[in-house]
């Protein structure tokens, strides 16, 4: 029970209060940002899921076997069914070209349909199709079929009342089958209408939902038996740029914990290393009575195990509250409501107390047992023993071993440990030169404050290890947050290509482009393109040659490839190696990742069937492009004249404004024959997805610069509590008070300077590591970074700690003398 006493007594005494602090600060803030990201993270995936309007599904370009949905529904799996097909709808006289989406009974499964029973209705959302007999359209296809709501429409053989506009789909994909305005009806009238024949161009997709253990049971199942006609899809693949999304702000939300607990433990180990100074000459007294090294560890240890247990509860309880408020307050924000927590995050808060507990409050304990007898007669607060360094193995050890399992990556455990390595190494160079400066031609002011810092020259070093990890959390986060932000808009500028026209003719490009012109819409180019085969490479057959298959699709080797050529090189390609046609005037370009699933080299000779006809050309340039840019892009293309004799269509895309949507009509009408693919209404979901997952982040990013800005105030809390003594020193030879709150602002503001500098360079290393190894950006140097880092690092170190210390150098220095003696 002696610890116990012990504890309660220190307690009271108010010797303990800042460890606690500190670790409730620790385990509080861990703690609701686990919640809080655990449960965002979910609702996104939930709300994200709706892309494809349930959690799997199951494409096919024939029905399945019966006996495989009726293994789910055994398994207890919610599931439904989508039939896409492109037909001739007609009204009277008016024959449309539409996609056609047939559903069955409780489609969607996950996301709701948006439409209109009236054309000047709002929008309201609805958790099932039309029933039978009935049809809902896209409302630029009553125009083209001279239609009102109520009117039937033919399809194949059977007559649909249209009963209802369709203003969104949770699942509307970009696939062929999609070309044209949507028609949705009940999958049970597709019978009576006739319109799928042997040959048909039809996708079947089975939509489930349910028990995730029960869901990849049957997955399991049922991958075996899948054709290559047949595959499971999921949100990676059925939506890459909204998973990617997601992928990098998961990434970014363990990241922002990670530097949690960063942050934490070290304002633990700065108020550990204070309990310990001040605790020195009681174990000096215990030892003079007789008491061993052993009996004191295991007094001191039993303390921090009871300190830490209740710091620990306390901050899960309030941790669990804050994040429940949070959530609870920003609701309206949300896309979907967020499940309820789970309790993985209680053990991530319970692991995070006692690792910043033992990884940082022991060995300043373990030095407490050391502790000489000697320390009756003399008091030495500023300087550690030699062998508290070993704090700065176990300290961040334990940390990175907690980060590893947190994040559960190991590049983001690599980025921090790079950038404290650099903080650490950095940090007793910088204070060496930050010491050495002359006293006689400065104030006062300047004289006390450099006289501090050198007279705790070794401490300041850890000091500004440990300002800097702050800053450098902080630093690494904004800049990172930002980095991930702007890119995914820039991703989806606000006028990126939103329609896609192609099948067009060679004598149709010039009335489009005057078309296009007139509207003031600007279109990219104008490809040509043809369809061939890759049939050969050096001579080598395809059949016989070797894919690398370690990235999957495309299988350029067993499927045609569009092929275009151009003078021009499109803005969002780049040429790596080689030369474009300015410099040559024959060969092929061909695009990089595919050169390298190839094994191309510079050179090669490429063999294309196109028509029945052979056409060879040698490799001429690898190009880089983005897919995400919304032109038209080409895994090959070739030199001007090589393919001009083949049969050509065009392909271009361009941006048009929601208010001009009816030319869409005015386009099928006038060029029939010309394909047109909407994009507008999914960038518009997709943008509502990443401007959802922005605020999220923000959110967190909130959390965590609170969380921050605490913890450096409780740093310096600790780190200055020995400087009472020589603030009432000073104050009795005659120093005012003024004077001293100058040298503190003076002295931390240098510190803050320092560590400001070291974060800077610190996180430019972790973002170098991040952007490329975890977030998958290209890296930006950032200049900004550099100024940020010594302006923060002055503004919020000297602001702390000067309020931090007010109150000694406010305290009357009779009283401290008192205390002292």
């Known amino acids: 029970m002696l610890p116990l006493k012990l504890l309660f007594r220190d307690w009271r005494g108010g010797e303990l209060a800042l460890i606690a602090t500190a670790l409730v600060l620790a385990v509080t803030c861990v703690t609701a940002i686990a919640h809080f990201t655990d449960r965002l993270s979910r609702a996104m995936e939930q709300q994200s899921l709706t892309f494809l309007a349930a959690e799997r599904v199951l494409r096919s370009s024939q029905p399945v076997d019966d006996s495989w949905l009726e293994e789910a529904r055994k398994r207890g799996l919610q599931q439904a069914e989508a039939v896409t097909f492109a037909s001739m709808v007609a009204a009277g006289d008016q024959f449309q070209f539409a996609a056609v989406k047939a559903v069955s009974d409780g489609y969607p499964l996950l996301g709701t349909l948006e439409m209109r029973s009236a054309a000047g209705a709002p929008s309201r959302h609805v958790q099932q199709g039309p029933p039978p007999g009935e049809a809902w359209v896209e409302p630029r296809l009553l125009p083209l079929l001279e239609l009102q709501l109520g009117d039937n429409l033919e399809l194949g053989d059977t007559s649909l009342k249209v009963t209802g506009l369709l203003d969104r789909e949770p699942d509307r994909s970009t696939s062929l089958f999609d070309m044209g305005a949507r028609l949705l009806v009940h999958v049970d009238d597709l019978p009576a209408a006739g319109v799928i024949q042997p040959g048909s161009r039809v996708q079947y997709r089975y939509l489930f939902a349910g028990d995730d253990r029960a869901l990849e049971q049957y997955l399991k199942w049922l991958q075996p038996q899948l054709t290559e006609h047949q595959r499971v899809i999921d949100l990676h693949e059925g939506q890459p740029r909204v998973a990617s999304a997601l992928d990098r702000a998961e990434r970014f939300l363990f990241l922002a914990a990670s530097l949690a607990v960063l942050l934490a433990s070290v304002a633990v180990g700065l108020a ?162 930050l010491v050495r400066g002359r006293l006689s031609s400065l104030g006062g002011a300047w004289r006390i404050a450099l006289g501090s810092l050198q007279r705790r020259a070794a401490f300041n070093t850890l000091l500004i290890a440990a300002f800097g990890t702050g800053l450098l959390a902080m630093l690494a986060l904004v800049f990172a947050r930002t980095a991930l932000i702007d890119e995914w808009r820039m991703q989806l500028p606000e006028q990126a290509p939103n329609h896609f026209l192609f099948n067009i003719a060679p004598h149709e490009v010039t009335p489009l482009q005057t078309i296009l012109a007139d509207k003031d819409l600007t279109s990219t180019e104008f490809y040509p393109m043809v369809r061939g085969r890759l ?81 060879e050309a040698p490799v001429a340039s690898f190009r880089s492009l983005d897919w995400n840019s919304m032109r038209p892009n080409f895994y090959m293309i070739f030199a001007p004249g090589t393919l001009e004799g083949f049969p050509a269509t065009y392909i271009t895309s361009f941006y048009l404004p929601p208010e001009q949507k009816l030319l869409v009509n005015d386009l099928v009408r006038n060029f029939p024959s010309v394909s047109v693919i909407e994009l507008d209404k999914i960038i518009e979901r997709i943008r509502d997805t990443i401007a959802q997952v922005s605020l999220a982040i923000e959110s ?49 503001g240098l510190l803050g300077v320092a560590a400001g500098l070291l974060a800077a360079a610190g996180a430019e290393a972790t973002l170098a590591v991040l952007s490329q190894r975890v977030f998958e950006l290209p890296f930006v140097f950032h200049p900004t970074l550099w100024l940020v880092g010594p302006l923060a690092g002055a503004l919020l170190v000297g602001t702390a700690g000067t309020l931090a210390c007010r109150s000694s150098v406010s305290q009357p220095p009779l009283q401290v003398l008192r205390e002292l003696a």
């Not at 499940?339 to 993985?344: I, K, L, V």
């Not at 550690?384 to 559960?408: H, N």
Request: glycine share 10%; net charge positive; charged share 20%.
């Open 535 to 615: 049939t050969a490479i050096n001579g080598i057959p395809a059949k016989e040659y070797k894919q690398d298959q370690r990235n999957g699709e495309p299988n350029a080797l067993r499927r045609e490839l569009n092929l275009s050529w151009t003078d021009n090189l499109a803005p969002d390609n780049r040429i790596l190696d080689g030369e474009w046609w300015d410099k040559t005037d024959k060969g092929v370009s061909v695009e990089v990742e595919l050169a390298a699933r190839l094994n191309l080299a510079l050179g090669d000779m490429l063999r294309f069937s196109i028509g029945g006809l052979e056409v």
């Open 700 to 748: 967190v990013m909130v959390l965590m610069l609170v969380a921050g800005v605490l913890v450096l105030i409780a740093g310096v809390r600790a780190s200055i509590a020995e400087r009472l003594q020589e603030a009432a020193i000073i104050r009795t030879l005659g120093g005012r008070r003024r004077l001293l709150l100058q040298s503190l602002m003076l002295e931390f």
């Open 272 to 433: 550990a290393r204070r309990y310990g100074l001040r605790h020195t000459a009681y174990v000096a007294v215990m030892k003079s009575l007789g008491a061993g090294r052993s009996k004191v560890l295991a007094i001191y240890l039993g303390q921090l195990t009871a300190l830490t247990l209740m710091a620990t509860i306390l901050g899960l309880l309030l941790g669990s509250v804050i994040q429940s408020q949070a959530v609870n307050l920003m609701a309206d924000f949300f896309p979907v409501e967020p499940p309820p927590s789970r309790g993985s995050p209680l053990l991530v808060g319970l692991a995070t107390g006692f690792a910043c507990a033992l990884g940082f409050a022991l060995p300043p304990l373990f030095r407490l047992a050391r502790t000489d007898p000697m320390q009756t007669l003399r008091r030495d607060w500023s300087n550690p023993d030699r062998r508290e360094w070993l704090g700065l193995v176990l300290g961040p050890t334990s940390m990175l071993l907690l980060i590893w399992w947190l994040s559960g990556s190991l590049a983001i455990t690599a980025a921090l440990f790079a950038g404290m390595a650099l903080l650490v190494g950095g940090s007793a160079l910088v204070n060496q030169l």
